[in-house]
């Protein structure tokens, strides 16, 4: 199972980005999806996450300005970043789980600049 993240970039501070993340390979179903982050100095930090029946939770930091979907049939996850804060830098990181194990993918930077 390979996890490919994208969509991360060089942000002003209120703007937006739109991160993806496509799990491909030998994936039977998957049950939770989920953003993380990790801030240079510090501890990766779970952001948001999806089950598969479509109930969503939120970090209080992003609760209101970030918004996570899924596509099923893609095995794809996305994580829609508005207003966003110069302390919103970071390398997001997505992960899935198929109810027997976590898959990790490799990162894509995000960097708000105030």
């Known amino acids: 199972v390979q996890l490919q993240a994208s969509g991360g970039g060089l942000v002003q501070a209120g703007g937006s980005l739109r991160l993806s993340c496509a799990a491909s390979?030998?994936?039977?179903?998957?049950?939770?999806m989920a953003w993380y982050r990790q801030s240079p100095g510090k501890q990766r930090e779970w952001v948001a996450g999806?089950?598969?029946?479509?109930?969503?939770n939120y970090a209080d930091s992003v609760k209101g300005r970030f918004t996570i979907s899924r596509d099923n049939a893609k095995n794809t996850v996305y994580l829609q970043m508005d207003s966003l804060k110069p302390e919103d830098t970071a390398v997001y990181y997505c992960?899935?789980?198929?109810?027997?194990?976590?898959?990790w993918g490799q990162g894509t930077l995000v960097t708000v600049s105030s």
């Open positions: 992960k899935i789980n198929n109810w027997r194990r976590d898959y």
């Open positions: 999806m089950t598969s029946g479509g109930s969503s």
């Open positions: 390979g030998s994936i039977s179903s998957i049950n939770v």
